[in-house]
Nanobody, 121 residues
Framework: QVQLVESGGGLVQVGGSLRLSCLFS????????VGWYRQAPGKPREWVAL???????NYATSVGGRFIISRDNIKKTVYLQMNSLSPEDTATYLC???????????????WGQGTQVIVSS
């Protein structure tokens, strides 16, 4: 079965940058779209960005222009480059893999455990 492992979270100051990674295993990576979500304490889970199996990108309005999602099909890894971070970006970031891979709204088949991002002022 598909498994996802996130890494790269941590503590960063306002205006700083972080790059998150999501390592995929247990399936055919090219069959899946992969998205990043985040959940802050006391708030609902929020979709952040998605990359389809074909490499098309989609972003939530709240992060457009600051975050960049990308995928490396050889390393089976999806990255989230986060720039110009603000305290509002503080959350646990989770990746999810879904099908069909070409869809901007895939059905989620697997979730990672998450990596915490804290933006301090």
């Amino acid at each position: 079965q598909v498994q996802l492992v996130e890494s790269g979270g941590g503590l960063v100051q306002v205006g700083g940058s972080l790059r998150l990674s999501c390592l995929f295993s247990g399936g055919l990576f090219s069959d899946y779209a992969v998205g990043w979500y985040r959940q802050a304490p006391g708030k609902p889970r929020e979709w952040v960005a998605l990359v389809t199996s074909g490499g098309s990108l989609n972003y939530a309005t709240s992060v457009g222009g600051r975050f960049i999602i990308s995928r490396d099909n050889i390393k089976k890894t999806v990255y989230l480059q986060m720039n110009s971070l603000s305290p509002e970006d503080t959350a646990t970031y989770l990746c999810a893999a879904g099908q069909p891979g070409y869809s901007y709204r895939p059905q989620i088949r697997a979730w990672g455990q998450g990596t915490q991002v804290i933006v301090s002022s």
